[in-house]
């Protein structure tokens, strides 16, 4: 298929109808011209494809898929190997079920504990994120399957992430934020896709200096730019910016705005051009690649979850050696969740899983007797007085009692962002219960994000599994049972409190924008910078062994030194290199982490690492020049267990970088930021002299100036949005009638902050545009006229119907 003499025998209609979805899944076809639909399914961790005889509106059934632990815990493996072999199987699958793009890796920083898809997404830390996404791109298309990096860029909250604004100062931005995507796109993944949100005050999908400026100009991205399903803001914007491909299908609404751009001389064929070629080039190599009759070895995906489950537990305390356990015959299981088993998150992203052993299974697989009490409820504050003292009861016991607590489906989902860092209250009570009476009980969190843990002091034994997948509950009694050692390590800081973080009191923002005044301190950049005192920091895991560093040494910018297990038991260790500024002529963290390696040792092995860095890993975005700049002088090379364990130092004088190089005087103009240990929080007065840029005032929109990005839930200042918020709940309910408790959350919650423009997404172009209209006339106080707009509208809907 020679593209471009296809392209030059399109009419502009059919050029047109390329640049958006044929429905949910799939691209439109073009039958004159043999152009086949390529599809496309949910991710990340797992195939998301669903079953298009499910009626459902909404998330439909799914068919069955492995369910392989999420992001947060191939973040925890500190092993990009893991991400390889999860993607790897995703692609066996995806041809198994004939998709050809699987919608991830997410790659977006975790800039507060709080967001609630932070389970989707990989670290706190840049340089991390990034390893691990683009380990993850790289194995799924050496398959010769597609993915799409997303969320680009800065989708850090769930709330109002369909308008808010993300306003970031270009340091962060670039340093933080885009960095992860940048080493990602090394990979080239057949797509990117742009994010709900605005950056700096413009939409993601009509943002020319991400689409094409950053991603494709600088970076040398070649693929396709595909919309989040119903983020597209001005299409024809989109086509100038960069974005490539409008999903889900929006009914030929958009295609008519392409068609009358061009028509009126308001966007030229070229720019067009550009993007349809973008678009065949996936189809061609989707159609190329696509597998017939090929047949996924599930059970051996199933292994695969369970090797990157036990690969990212994190052990946070075992003071008394209680693990791992010397008999497992006779066990207290204690906690619905080991049974009703929190292995993934909620939302989108939530498989059918094709074999789901929870902990209680993994228990009757091997035959081990056990006795199992609920504790609590997983739904609400858990509580139901004769389960909590059943459990309580049988807590106090010769036998070896293992307790499963953590964050329930509710607590955590897409969608929604937590208000606080407490698991549900029954739980809390019933944890210092057992442990008051039981102080060798066992102690296993599960959940997608950090908590607060109050009664830590009061238990001397925690395994954090986070989201372990659908082998979860094999791999945690590998871990309980010592058949596999821990090598798991946190890729977050677990603060003691929420109120520790510095951005606290700004997340989440709105109802216009969420200002990111913290700047480039996010995670432990910025504990570790304050030094502040925190529960787990990053980098942060126990082993049932022991590991000593020594020799560090220097090659130029190859960096060596030895890790040595001195313990009795063969183990893996994750050696961490930071790189620390010594004279830094502008501000930055206390250290970044720059290089890691996850090696495996037998008990009195010793190896040797090297770790190579270059100019990047000892720079910063200077604005001045609107380049990376890294100067000569002095830097320490920390090398350690975690960012607060740090074994070795070495100090090195780098002298072939940079020199006479302008930088901005951030001293001067912005001092609060060299005091960050003497702050809790960012004034709106500093960020905004280092962000140097107009920050929307957070108050709602009034009636009078509604426009098509107003939310549903704007609108309820006035009748017609009164009416829409009572019927809307009844009408979902109707036709999502599948749905779990958490995804009808979800739904319900992104029908309230849904913007009106998004409503021909979400119909896929049934409604008519006259709904939309009459609902804004009728909500800028010209009711009157805006009845009459709506219920024209609703007669043309019911004629599309």
């Known amino acids: 298929m020679n593209l471009k003499e296809l392209i030059s025998s399109m009419t502009l209609e059919e050029k047109a109808s390329l640049c958006s979805g044929l429905d949910f899944w799939t691209t439109k076809p073009i039958e004159r011209l043999s152009i086949p639909s390529a599809r496309v399914s949910d991710g990340p961790h797992g195939l998301r494809k669903e079953d298009e005889s499910d009626t459902d509106v909404g998330v439909k059934r799914s068919f069955p898929a492995t369910s392989f632990p999420p992001a947060v815990n191939m973040a925890a493996s500190w092993n990009p190997n893991v991400a390889k072999e999860i993607a790897k199987q995703i692609a066996y699958e995806c041809k198994d079920q004939e998709v050809s793009v699987i919608l991830g890796p997410g790659t977006n920083i975790k800039r507060s504990p709080l967001c609630g898809r932070n389970f989707e997404y990989f670290s706190e830390d840049p340089f991390l994120a990034g390893k691990m996404a683009r380990a993850y791109i790289e194995s799924c298309q050496k398959e010769n399957v597609g993915t799409s990096l997303k969320h680009f860029a800065a989708n850090n909250q769930e709330k109002l992430r369909m308008t808010i604004s993300a306003v970031i100062d270009e340091r962060a931005l670039r340093e933080i934020y885009l960095a992860p995507f940048e080493e990602a796109v090394k990979a080239q993944p057949w797509t990117i896709m742009c994010s709900y949100n605005r950056v700096n005050g413009v939409y993601s999908s009509d943002n020319k200096k991400l689409l094409t400026d950053i991603l494709r100009t600088e970076w040398g991205y070649k693929g396709l730019v595909v919309s989040d399903w119903n983020a597209v803001n001005d299409r024809v914007q989109g086509i100038r910016a960069g974005l490539d491909l409008e999903m889900p299908a929006c009914g030929g609404r958009t295609d008519k705005e392409i068609v009358k751009a061009i028509n009126a001389g308001e966007l030229s064929m070229e720019e067009l051009d550009k993007v349809v070629m973008r678009v065949l080039e996936l189809v061609e190599k989707c159609d190329k690649n696509l597998v017939k009759d090929y047949k996924a070895d599930y059970e051996k995906a199933h292994d695969i979850a369970r090797y990157a489950a036990q690969e990212s537990i994190v052990l946070l305390k075992n003071d008394a050696s209680v693990l791992p356990l010397a008999k497992t015959e006779d066990v207290v299981v204690i906690g619905e969740l080991a049974n009703t088993f929190r292995y993934q998150g909620a939302g989108s992203s939530r498989i059918n899983p094709y074999k789901l052993v929870t902990f209680i299974d993994a228990l009757k697989q091997e035959n081990i007797n056990y006795e199992f009490h609920p504790g609590y409820l997983v739904q609400g504050d858990g509580y139901n007085k004769a389960v909590f003292e059943e459990a309580a009861a049988a807590a106090n016991t010769d036998k070896q009692v293992i307790v499963f607590v953590g964050l329930t489906d509710d607590y955590e989902t897409e969608g929604m962002d937590r208000s606080h860092l407490s698991l549900p209250s029954a739980q809390e009570d019933l944890i210092r219960t057992v442990a008051a009476v039981n102080k060798n009980a066992i102690f296993v969190l599960l959940g997608g994000s950090p908590i607060e843990m109050p009664w830590i002091n009061e238990v001397k034994t925690l395994i954090n599994a986070y989201l372990p997948g659908e082998a979860g509950g094999e791999a945690i009694l590998d871990i309980i049972s010592g058949k596999v050692n821990p090598s798991g390590k946190l890729a977050e800081t677990y603060p003691i409190k929420l109120e520790d973080n510095i951005n606290a009191e700004l997340f989440p923002m709105g109802p216009k ?283 043309k809907t019911i004629k599309h119907k």
Request: hydrophobic share 40%; net charge neutral; aromatic share 12%.
């Open 513 to 795: 924008c969420v200002e990111y005044r913290e700047s480039i301190y996010v995670g432990y950049r910025y504990y570790d910078s304050a030094k502040k005192d925190v529960l787990f920091p990053f980098g942060y895991g126990l082993s049932y062994t022991q590991f000593e560093y020594s020799d560090i040494k220097a090659d130029g910018l190859k960096i060596s030194f030895k890790v040595k297990n001195v313990g009795k038991v063969d183990g893996a260790e994750v050696a961490q290199l930071y790189v620390k500024d010594l004279a830094p002529k502008v501000f930055r963290a206390e250290k970044e982490l720059k290089g890691f390696e996850k090696v495996f040792l037998k008990a009195g092995e010793e190896k040797e690492i090297t770790i190579e860095l270059d100019k990047r890993s000892f720079a910063f975005y200077n604005t001045k020049i609107n380049d990376w700049t890294a100067f000569n002088g002095k830097y320490q090379i920390l090398v350690g267990a975690s960012s607060r364990d740090i074994r070795l130092t070495l100090d090195i004088d780098v002298k072939n970088f940079d020199k006479d190089v302008e930088v901005e005087n951030y001293l001067e103009e912005c001092p609060e930021y060299y005091s960050i240990a003497e702050l809790t929080s960012i004034s709106q007065d500093a960020f905004k002299r280092l962000y140097k840029g107009e920050i929307e005032e957070n108050v709602p929109t009034k009636r009078g100036n509604f426009d098509r990005n107003a939310t549903i839930g704007d609108l309820q200042c006035c009748l017609i949005g009164k009416i829409i918020m009572a019927v809307a709940p009844k009408v979902i309910a109707s036709q999502v009638k599948n749905a779990d408790f958490t995804t009808m959350l979800m739904i319900k919650q992104g029908m309230i902050e849904m913007p009106l423009r998004g409503l021909n997404g979400v119909t896929q172009g049934l409604l008519a545009e006259d709904v939309m209209d009459g609902m804004l006339l009728w909500a800028n106080k010209h009711r009157m006229k805006g009845f009459g707009k709506l219920i024209k509208g609703l007669f």
